[in-house]
């Protein structure tokens, strides 16, 4: 079967599609991928053909600013608004006529797409292709009793909560995603396309998808009064690998604790929000200190934290590291918080932006790890949720736990077998 792969040009949404893609290459499929140039490279080491981007434009992690000089400006609720908009929302128009345009060449079976696309409505309805939505991100269908994307909430606990959570999910859906909701009904009417008026945004991809493939575990989830059958948890979505690839990582020897931190790899310009706080934290501890930049800063912070229990890299093969890591501080990235509990790793998480708060959320909801709430912790907050997960041996146990849910199946094998699944269906 022919198989397209789309999804935007950002690590975080295409790294975790590759397992999936690379399982369904190997089972005979002849599998491409439509995305953005900047993945020529790991497409070609692959083995899979890049269709790239003709009319989209190509939003990466390092060319947002670029592209978009007052975002810098932006925060909290003003920012998730000028994203949902400038670089989710208006690019529909552009993905599908590129798709439109490019089966002609390649004549595709069904489609796996990148969830934040947005355009399993346009491919299924007016091409009348399969679709197979792939969620890298935490579930993000709306739910009675799931609380409004974006604030960082919890299940309410009482009608008070409750209360401010059904002020805070009209908030969101009225005004802060409103040039979001407009420009999608707005591109789809022009399709003659008619959207549903009630349920947001982030639901017609589950609505108009055959079947969803859901990062995560449901233990990693909300509670959840209706059931999408559609949608399948499948684990830690993890970049492909290559067997035998896997090295031992080299660290030095000496310390019984060994901690991890990221800022991940989009919002890391700033290393005063977390990576400064936290060094600053633990480099009097009698623990290794592994710490990834994301290629950002890496020389100076090497020079400024000498001390011989800090290791401050570009990048870290955290798969490896984190079978022998105790804690890790992270802004709360949905991969290295599904990768870590996977390898059952308990965390510290602080981060707002790009839909983390939603994440720790869920990480803190868990039981999985201590959620600080913000995306600029002092040093002594991190200091004291890290000695708190050390010394309560109920933060390991939990994350242990869920390393067994996350163990239940192969990702990629499961993944791979809800687009067979899809594909014997039609």
Same mark, same amino acid.
């Given at each position: 079967?022919?198989?397209?792969?789309?999804?935007?040009?950002?690590?975080?949404?295409?790294?975790?599609?590759?397992? *999936?893609?690379?399982?369904?290459?190997?089972?005979?499929?002849?599998?491409?991928?439509?995305?953005?140039?900047?993945?020529?490279?790991?497409? &070609?080491?692959?083995?899979?053909?890049?269709?790239?981007?003709?009319?989209?434009?190509?939003?990466?992690?390092?060319?947002?600013?670029?592209?978009?000089?007052?975002?810098?400006?932006?925060?909290?609720?003003?920012?998730?608004?000028?994203?949902?908009?400038?670089?989710? !929302?208006?690019?529909?128009?552009?993905?599908?006529?590129?798709?439109?345009?490019?089966?002609?060449?390649? %004549?595709?079976?069904?489609?796996? $797409?990148?969830?934040?696309?947005? $355009? #399993?409505?346009?491919?299924?309805?007016?091409?009348?292709?399969?679709? =197979?939505?792939?969620? =890298?991100?935490?579930?993000?269908?709306?739910?009675?009793?799931?609380?409004? /994307?974006?604030?960082?909430?919890?299940?309410?606990?009482? %009608?008070?909560?409750?209360?401010?959570?059904?002020?805070? @999910?009209?908030?969101?859906?009225?005004?802060? /995603?409103?040039?979001?909701?407009?420009?999608?009904?707005?591109?789809?009417?022009?399709?003659? #396309?008619?959207?549903?008026?009630?349920?947001?945004?982030?639901?017609?991809?589950?609505?108009?998808?055959?079947?969803?493939?859901?990062?995560?575990?449901?233990?990693?989830?909300?509670?959840?009064?209706?059931?999408?059958?559609? =949608?399948?948890?499948?684990?830690?979505?993890?970049?492909?690998?290559?067997?035998?690839?896997?090295?031992?990582?080299?660290?030095? %020897?000496?310390?019984?604790?060994?901690?991890?931190?990221?800022?991940?790899?989009?919002?890391?310009?700033? #290393?005063?929000?977390?990576?400064? %706080?936290?060094?600053?934290?633990?480099?009097?501890?009698?623990?290794?200190?592994?710490?990834?930049?994301?290629?950002?800063?890496?020389?100076?912070?090497?020079?400024?934290?000498?001390?011989?229990?800090?290791?401050?890299?570009?990048?870290?093969?955290?798969?490896?590291?984190?079978?022998?890591?105790? $804690?890790?501080?992270?802004?709360?990235?949905?991969?290295?918080?599904?990768?870590?509990?996977?390898? @059952?790793?308990?965390?510290?998480?602080?981060?707002?932006?790009?839909? &983390?708060?939603?994440?720790?959320?869920?990480?803190?909801?868990? @039981? !999985?790890?201590?959620?600080?709430?913000?995306?600029?912790?002092?040093?002594?907050?991190?200091?004291?949720? *890290?000695?708190?997960?050390?010394?309560?041996?109920?933060?390991?146990?939990?994350?242990?736990?869920?390393?067994?849910?996350?163990?239940?199946?192969?990702?990629?094998? !499961?993944?791979?077998?809800?687009?067979?699944?899809?594909?014997?269906?039609?």
């Amino acid at each position: 079967m022919n198989i397209l792969f789309a999804s935007q040009a950002i690590d975080g949404h295409f790294n975790p599609m590759t397992g *999936v893609a690379m399982k369904l290459k190997e089972r005979g499929h002849d599998v491409r991928w439509y995305t953005g140039p900047v993945f020529t490279g790991k497409l &070609k080491g692959l083995g899979i053909p890049l269709v790239p981007f003709k009319r989209a434009i190509e939003h990466r992690a390092d060319n947002l600013f670029e592209l978009y000089p007052e975002r810098a400006r932006l925060k909290g609720p003003r920012a998730i608004g000028f994203d949902g908009e400038k670089i989710f !929302a208006s690019n529909i128009s552009n993905f599908f006529e590129d798709i439109r345009d490019l089966q002609q060449e390649f %004549p595709f079976d069904a489609l796996v $797409v990148d969830s934040s696309m947005f $355009v #399993q409505r346009l491919v299924s309805h007016l091409l009348g292709k399969p679709v =197979v939505n792939v969620a =890298v991100i935490p579930n993000m269908e709306s739910d009675p009793l799931v609380p409004p /994307l974006f604030f960082g909430f919890r299940p309410p606990r009482n %009608p008070a909560e409750k209360a401010l959570q059904t002020v805070a @999910g009209q908030l969101s859906d009225k005004i802060i /995603l409103r040039p979001a909701h407009q420009s999608y009904r707005r591109q789809h009417t022009f399709y003659g #396309q008619d959207v549903p008026k009630r349920g947001r945004l982030t639901d017609d991809a589950y609505r108009c998808s055959d079947a969803v493939i859901q990062a995560g575990t449901q233990s990693l989830d909300f509670p959840r009064r209706n059931t999408n059958p559609k =949608v399948h948890y499948v684990g830690a979505l993890l970049p492909y690998r290559r067997p035998g690839a896997d090295v031992a990582e080299e660290l030095p %020897p000496g310390y019984s604790t060994t901690i991890v931190v990221t800022q991940g790899t989009v919002d890391n310009a700033d #290393q005063d929000k977390l990576i400064i %706080p936290a060094l600053e934290a633990l480099q009097d501890m009698d623990a290794l200190v592994i710490v990834a930049t994301g290629g950002r800063g890496t020389a100076e912070l090497n020079r400024r934290y000498p001390q011989p229990n800090i290791l401050i890299r570009d990048y870290v093969d955290f798969a490896a590291v984190f079978e022998s890591t105790d $804690v890790f501080v992270t802004n709360g990235g949905f991969g290295g918080v599904q990768l870590a509990l996977s390898k @059952g790793v308990p965390l510290v998480v602080s981060g707002i932006n790009e839909g &983390k708060s939603d994440v720790n959320a869920r990480v803190e909801y868990a @039981g !999985a790890g201590i959620n600080l709430r913000t995306e600029a912790p002092s040093p002594e907050k991190i200091r004291r949720a *890290v000695h708190s997960i050390l010394a309560e041996p109920g933060w390991k146990e939990r994350a242990q736990q869920m390393r067994q849910d996350f163990a239940r199946q192969d990702p990629a094998e !499961a993944a791979a077998d809800v687009v067979e699944r899809v594909l014997a269906s039609r």
